[in-house]
């Protein structure tokens, strides 16, 4: 081995963090920085009973979002996952409560949220729907199937077992943070030192060079979107199993709240590029913002114009960041 | 390279016949008849005209969404312009002390503003249509939440509720509106420079522009007259049903562009016809009735919207493919 | 009687007979030729003479409809790129096919990775294995875990070499390998090849460029509007000949030059700058005349035309229409001011390929043909009829989409839609490329009339003898400027050669 050649290199996890974006460093930062912030102004917001509240309420947020992070940097889109989600919600539910075991209350929406998304993605692979047009139909599917089945009856009566994110794993890891850190963890690696993760990553970025390469783009396609599915189903089960009374509604805003955060996280519109460490980051962030607004008596229903101005100065700065980087290029 | 003569095969069935509009057409008097011998109320002039008020609020917005999917675009953000303009309208009247009609212009002027944003980002950032009209989806909609924090406004002046309620000639009102949006619309479409301008940037939008077509200016204004419409249609709206809520409009884009897909309107751009989007419209509120009149509830209704948006797309797709390889 | 009584091995490959059609359009006609391992074999031809079909189909991308392709002697199928790189062949194509975010050692190994267990990535053992393909090449400058998007184009293309090596590629096809090279870069390229060569690895290297055919290659096949014209050995011809062999006439004969009269500047451009590209330029066109702008692949002048035009406007410089001057800042502001461009891909920049041959005959025209903004459907249909009689396209209707004409046909139109508007100066880009010799008369001929009638014309072509047999005048660009004017009688396809390539610019090199 030529000596000149490179440096030695460390371990994969090593250079994983090496090669963290700044993005993900900014995300870092302005967590901290908002939490002094707000803290500043009203000190109520740094009690340890409200940062837990921000973190496991919300986990499942960061979990949805890592599978809309692979989602759009395959080069896709998805806003079924709200409605998704909140049909999961219920089926975990009303299985509890009629009761079947609790594993398999759990098990059941995974398996239905795998299935249900792996056929948007084989019809938009496969079928050549764009995905805007299939997940808005599924959308509304979605939507009006849970309200003319259920009618928007509560749930209650849960089963105390049911409450798989009250479990607190050793007594000090509740189960939320663990499943939302260890799923990004998980997910970080698969992406980055799988040849099917990186298959995500060069069908988002260059399909033509990915096919002439092997790789399938439709199979990658229908892979991404069932683990979007096992994601989503995670993330329904977290959320239902926090709450006494399930509400079988479609929790309103949901999909925007995880689009909002894979796409503030670094993951590009344009396909090819992110990380899902960003995301998670990114939806920790939302979800700070939002416990900020009260503390600070700024309306809480000013949350989706936040996040709508997220989304459109992330993606600004994106585009605007690849033009210079283009023009910068030439020679 | 030796170039072999290119001369398609003869017709056997005449192209008119064969294009989507006229089988929307057919299959919508079809529904027409089906609907009408399961239910003796269906067919009635008073309900058919009632039903074209109920339509006005989507059929303003589906015009202009055509331009914009015909252009090889998208507008998800119409049903959030909607609410913030119902918004605007209301609060600009009782909380700014606007006179009414001023606070209608305002209202309809902001829909015009908020389209020329999702324009202007969409032609001079270049930030793709889908992406900026799902952020301003939420942006609008969270002004308009943020500004009324909820609470709705009424109590408007009897002559406010002509427009959604009264009639002309026993017609109601919005819908010699919407008859009129629909003949400009067509008409532009179809016979103007700017109408032929839009086919061309949705089929080839390079060769438009090195064809000296104005292609950014064009876009421009067709996102813009999206938003406005949308203003329109939420004074149609507040007029119709005598309030003022944050929550107006939730889930328009999907009736919108479940409409223009199904009238023939290609999704990917380039072809589309405003007569196509009519039949679109006429054939799902038909359908949404039809469902209301044996009993099916509201929310289940769009459930059928779904699938009508994901199977129109899926036929449409499959027709142009077939097209394309054969004569 | 059997002659040999030893037989030598056969060619590494060996195409015969190849035919391959595409609707509308004739692309191979019958072409055999063979490559030795260890050979370094020219493929030359014009635009359009076929050349990246025949690639395509010997690297698996699309089958054949006649003719077999054989390696070492057996004759193989190809479905798929994959089977080709199976079998050992590996194309560069010039649009470089990289991840930009990956490193160098995942795009090498890309779609083959070694991997462990679980479908993990073995990373230590990709990139030991990139460590060995960048030592067999002697480059020692380029790490391995180095993200390919911050490398320059000639790195980037030696990354596109080592993945097709670590395919264990016995045949390296390479397309238009320099067109985007800096000098030194060119220097190292060729030193790869040669190692390549040296060790056996067959190449088949496509180049407009004489010199590099002459400096590396052993043997040169031309081809002409598909159809294989010739093999020659490169120490025994010369450019005159090859040039010869691509045109297939003498260039008098092809390009009937008619006089016409010459009149005032209708262009002229002055210290023009649009950053890479065009870095500099000046130039003018007078009424009447034809100006042909010559060079190679890259040197900038469909970005000049375009500059011009208005598509991606100059930032600095002075343009002048008939002595006025303008600031062009859209392609609808050159047209009013009476300049017309015809661009070099018509597929993509010329037509509306799914509209019909009457509404694209209409496109540039849609202002004057319309009141207060309403299509005078009578005057365009009597624009298209006009335009399809003056320049003979043959349609079955004016409603025929014109995505389904032949390409001299479409040419045709797209050149019909700006004669509509009676243009002063017409820019030509490439209007002859990849059309059949019938509609490319025409087009010489219908370039005559127009300058007889007083258009100045610019003509932008990479056909030599095209550019020589038209133009009044020859201009050459390289790298962005400009930097030799030729009167028609100087111009020589030896003088502009050289000045298109730059140096001393010896067309006549010793095969290394």
Known sequence: MS??????????????????????????????VLALVVGAINPRFLATRNLSDILLGNAYVAVAAIGMSMVIISGNIDISVGALIGVLATISGSMAVAGYSIALAWLVPVLVGIAVMALQGAVIAYLRIPAIVVTLGMLSILKGGLISVTGGKWITDLPDSFHLADIELFDILPMPVLIMV??????????????QGRAIYATGGNPEAARLCGISPQVTVVMVFALHGLFAGIAALLFATQLKVIQSTVPPNLELTIITAAVVGGVSILGGVGTVIGSTLAAILIAEIASALVFVSISPYWIRAVQGGLILLTVVADIVRRQRRVAGDSR | MTSLAAAPPERRVPRWLARHETLLAAVLIVALAILGALNNRFLTLDNLLNQGRLM????????????????????????????????????????????????????????AICGFINGFFITRVKVPPLIMTIATLALYRGFAEGISQAHSVRGYPEWFYFMGQGELFGVPTQLWLLVAAIVIAGVALDRTTFGRSLYAIGANETAARFSGLPVDRIKLVVYTLSGLMAGVSAYVLVSRVTTTRSDMGIGYELDVIAAVVLGGTSIFGGSGTIWGTVVGLVMIQLLKDGLALTGVKGDATIVVIGTVLIASTLLASSLQKRRDVGG | MNVSAISAPPPLLEVRGLEKSFPGVRALSGVSFSVAAGEIHALLGENGAGKSTLIKIVSGVFSQNAGEILIDGVEQNFHSPEDARRAGVATIYQELLLFPELTVAENIFMGHAPRRLAGRLDWREMRERAERLLESLEIHDLAADRVVGALSVGNRQRVEILRALSYDARLLIMDEPTAALTEPDVVRLFKIVRLLKARGVGIIYISHRLDEIFTLADRVTVLRDGAYVGTRDVARTDPGELVQMMVGRTIENLFPKVEAPIGAPVLEVADLVRRPTTRGVSLSVRSGEIVGLAGLVGSGRSELAQAIFGVTPAESGAIRIAGEPVVIRSPGQARDLGIAYVPEDRGTQGLVRPMSVL?????????????????????????????????SVKTSSLEQVAGR??????????????????????????????????????????MGDLARQGVAILLISSELPEVLGMSDRVLVMREGRFVAEFARAEATPEAVGAAMMGGSGTLRGAAA
Not at chain 2, 56 to 72: D, K, N, Q, R, S
């Open chain 3, 359 to 391: 509404q694209n005959f209409s496109l540039a025209a849609l202002g004057s043909l319309s009141r207060f903004g309403f299509i005078d459907r009578a005057a365009e249909r009597r624009l298209a009829e006009t335009g399809v009689a003056q320049l």
């Open chain 1, 182 to 195: 260890g799923a990004t963890i998980l997910a970080a690696l698969w992406m980055r030192y799988t040849a």
């Open chain 1, 3 to 32: 000596a000149i050649a490179m440096e030695t290199r460390a371990a994969p996890r090593a250079s994983l963090l090496r090669r963290l974006s700044s993005q993900e460093v900014l995300l870092a930062i302005a967590i901290v």
């Open chain 3, 405 to 446: 004409l032949s390409g001299g046909n479409q040419q045709k139109i797209v050149l019909g839609k700006w004669l509509a508007n009676n243009p002063r100066l017409l820019i030509l880009d490439e209007p002859t490329r990849g059309i059949d010799v019938g509609a490319k008369a025409e087009i010489h001929r219908i």
């Open chain 2, 56 to 111: 006005t609020e989507v059929g303003l917005i589906a015009l202009p969404m055509t331009f914009v999917i015909i252009t090889g675009g998208i507008d998800l953000s119409v049903g959030s312009v909607v609410g913030l303009c119902a918004i605007a309208l209301g609060y600009s009247w009782k909380n700014l002390g606007f006179p009414l009609p001023a606070a209608i212009a305002f209202a309809i002027a902001l829909g």
